[in-house]
């Protein structure tokens, strides 16, 4: 069975902290992602990594860096944390390259920022 | 612009009444199309994948259809247990992105 497993479930963090949101997969997959899912916005990408310590930004990415030091492990991470980054953050990952590759997710992470 | 669409945003259906959920796409080029159902306060998880019109896959009381244009996911006697979000979406040709749409909330009535 695919797997992809992020560390917290839940978290409440403060205004201004550090956050980091981690994810580990284990299907030997190139490509990691992460999105973060509102009501009636969807799924939206922040970042997306293709290979180890390469990153691309997604259409989100302010205010979010990531860290991707091995390939089956991609942090999320945020600076300094604010109420409008409160938030479902799912964390997923393919395979890259030859035809449609598809995409897992983790169980997601509930962050709440007060 | 690449885009993808589903019909209709929520379905309410009694026990064993079947029905078919809509996802509709306008990209460049199709790689793949996906098919997830997602529970409250869940990751989604993966059903189907189709690479190709006229391409079919069954799994239980679901069944996934490809046309040029649009995807169905039939749901054939469903259960109060297939109560869910089902979300569809598309990777296009020449790139690592995957469009996805905002899904179609399902519930079955007992």
């Known amino acids: 069975d695919v797997k992809v497993t992020q560390s917290s479930r839940y978290l409440v963090k403060r205004t201004g902290e550090k956050v980091f949101l981690e994810c580990v997969q284990d299907?030997?997959?190139?490509?990691m992602f992460w999105y973060r899912q509102d009501p009636g916005l969807g799924l939206r990408l922040i970042y997306f990594?293709?290979?180890?310590?390469?990153?691309e930004k997604g259409d989100i990415p302010e205010g979010y860096s990531v860290s991707r030091e091995k390939k089956e492990r991609f942090s999320l991470i945020l600076e300094s944390a604010s109420t409008n980054q409160t938030s479902m953050y799912l964390c997923?990952?393919?395979?890259?390259?030859?035809?449609?590759?598809?995409?897992?997710f983790g169980e997601g992470s509930w962050l709440t920022v007060v | 612009e690449d885009q993808v669409t589903q019909s209709p945003e929520a379905l309410r259906l009694q026990e064993g009444e079947s029905s078919s959920l809509n996802c509709s796409y306008t990209?460049?080029?199709?790689?793949?199309l996906f098919w997830y159902r997602q529970d409250p306060g869940k990751g989604p998880e993966f059903l189907f994948t189709?690479?190709?019109a006229g391409e079919e896959k069954e799994k239980e009381r679901l069944k996934a259809t490809l046309t040029k244009k649009e995807s169905f996911l039939h749901i054939t006697a469903p259960k109060p247990e297939d109560s869910a979000t089902y979300l569809c979406?598309?990777?296009?040709?020449?790139?690592?992105?995957?469009?996805f749409g905002t899904g179609t909330r399902l519930k079955v009535l007992a």
């Open positions: 997923a990952s393919s395979l890259r390259g030859g035809t449609g590759n598809t995409i897992y």
């Open positions: 299907m030997d997959h190139e490509n």
């Open positions: 990594s293709y290979d180890v310590k390469m990153k």
């Open positions: 990209v460049s080029g199709l790689r793949g």
């Open positions: 189709l690479y190709s």
């Open positions: 979406a598309v990777q296009t040709s020449g790139t690592y992105k995957y469009i």
